[in-house]
């Protein structure tokens, strides 16, 4: 069982927005002061791929270049939760969305970092 969920994907229209987010699974689960939460994203047919991370300690964020500007992270520290707010959505972003945690802060890119992930939820996009 994954130690992480995510929920509130859904099927929208060009330019439509969702918010979507990651809880743990288990109230055992600790998000620990280091860490680092990301997002990813995986497409039919293609290599998954990093969207956006934000880093426990300071809040700080990062951003895939392809969704700067239209995706936001954002983080609620009391409830271990992470959402991603992402507006003008766009066909090129119709993928399973999954989050996870690293506990390597300088790694946040890096996919094989990070050592928890969710089952994911999918995000479709029409035109």
């Known amino acids: 069982q994954a130690q992480l969920a995510e929920s509130g994907g859904g099927s929208v229209q060009v330019g439509d927005s969702l918010r979507i987010f990651c809880s743990p699974s288990?109230?055992?689960?600790?998000?620990?002061?280091?860490?680092?939460m990301g997002w990813f994203r995986q497409a039919p047919g293609k290599e998954r791929e990093f969207v956006s991370a934000v880093t426990w300690r300071n809040n700080k964020k990062y951003y895939a270049d392809s969704v700067k500007g239209r995706f936001t992270i954002g983080r609620v520290a009391a409830e271990n939760t992470v959402y991603l707010q992402m507006n003008n959505l766009k066909p090129d972003d119709t993928a399973v969305y999954y989050c996870?945690?690293?506990?390597?802060?300088?790694?946040?890119?890096?996919?094989?970092?990070?050592?928890?992930w969710g089952q994911g939820t999918q995000v479709t996009v029409s035109s």
């Open positions: 288990e109230r055992t689960f600790v998000i620990y002061a280091n860490d680092v």
């Open positions: 996870a945690r690293n506990s390597d802060p300088y790694s946040w890119q890096d996919g094989s970092k990070y050592s928890v």
